[in-house]
């Protein structure tokens, strides 16, 4: 015979068969056999005489009952692998920390980390999705508001509207539609809680429409900032589309210089009468700052290029360069402007462009 039908159940513990009862409540009693195979059972096993349950209340079979938000009772899962997640109400897990496609987990009860949990139970496969509380937050960021090597003591983020904040009445009428936000920051790397700001605006306005919302921090840090929206947009076909245009952060100090870089600085001035993109095409003639030479003279350049491959001045004949200049190329007014932009040029093609704007040639002897 077997056990089907028996209300008992083998099992393996730690090498040694053992049959028993499946669940309670207990019936008790003693289990007999006509034969056990000496291979499975061993030669003398031992029948030891179960108790009756007595007590409690009946078992109650675990199940699951399924239904839609809406209480409409769920007719049953599609056709095919389906993945399915149940737990404990209350329960969550939060990801304390990630290696590689694994993570370690704490349970986390009423937001409080359960420290007595001790782990899942031993599967043979373990896979997760992550998810969380967080999926309804819809957080934007966080962004650091400067690089990692400094700090600001004030930052400023900016909100655009291109299509304006109005809502619309059932007969068209315009109404003033609200938006609500949050603005939240803290210390970058601190652990420390979140600051954060909510604010609403509140208008009937179809034309674009921009906010900035200004920040001073007690002491200077690297912030890192996130922002959110808590109200739907677009609904009841409201003109509120909703955009995080900018992150500025005002830094301690303004650098004077840049190791190996050239500056500049521009101010443009614009009005009505110029195109939108206009601001945006800046041509810029620009005067090159010879570090010998004088600027835009022939001398000049050919010390800078001569001087940018290598020679040293004991190499170049200054003097005659010199002479050059002040006998014939500045009394005639004859100066070098010229930008070499192309890979293909090379160094002797620029030396016979400077000789030439000086009336001359350039001549390689011994070489």
Known sequence: GGLNGSGLIAQDDGGVIRIVEISSPWRGGSITSSFLPASVFGDSPVFTAGT??????????????????????????????????????????????TDGPSATVQRVVNGVVDSTWSGFMTRTVVDFAASGINDNETWLGPFLA?????????????????????????????RVRHVEYEIQYRVYGSGSGWTSKPGVYALKNINGLGFTERF?????????????????????????????????????????????????????????????????????????????????????????????????DDQIDIAALSTLETTYWTPR???????????????????????????????????
């Open 146 to 174: 400067c690089p990692q090597n400094e700090v600001v003591d004030a930052f400023e983020v900016n909100f655009a509207f291109p299509n304006g904040i109005c809502g619309f009445q059932n007969n068209g009428n315009k």
């Open 216 to 312: 001073d921090l007690s002491s200077p840090g690297l912030v890192e900032v996130r922002c959110r929206r808590r109200n739907e947009q677009g609904s009841n076909n409201a003109r509120d589309t909703m955009f995080w245009q900018a992150l500025r952060g005002r830094l301690l100090s303004r650098p004077t210089s840049y190791a190996g870089i050239s500056t500049i600085g521009i101010t443009v001035e614009t009005g009505g009468q110029l195109a939108a993109q206009s601001d945006k095409r800046v041509s810029v003639v620009a005067t090159r700052n010879y570090d010998g030479g004088g600027d835009r003279t022939i001398s000049g350049a050919f010390l800078h290029l001569a001087r940018s491959l290598g020679y040293r």
């Open 52 to 97: 009756a349950s007595s007590g409690g209340s009946t078992a109650v079979t675990a199940s699951v009952t399924l239904a839609y938000d809406s209480g409409t009772a769920f007719s049953g899962l599609p056709e095919g692998t389906q993945r399915i997640s149940l737990a404990h109400r209350g329960n969550e897990y939060q990801i304390a920390s």
């Open 333 to 367: 007014g004859e100066y070098f402007d010229h930008q070499a932009s192309s890979d293909s040029t090379s160094a002797k093609d620029i030396f016979d462009k400077i000789a030439e704007a000086g009336m001359g040639y350039f001549l390689l002897s011994d070489g």
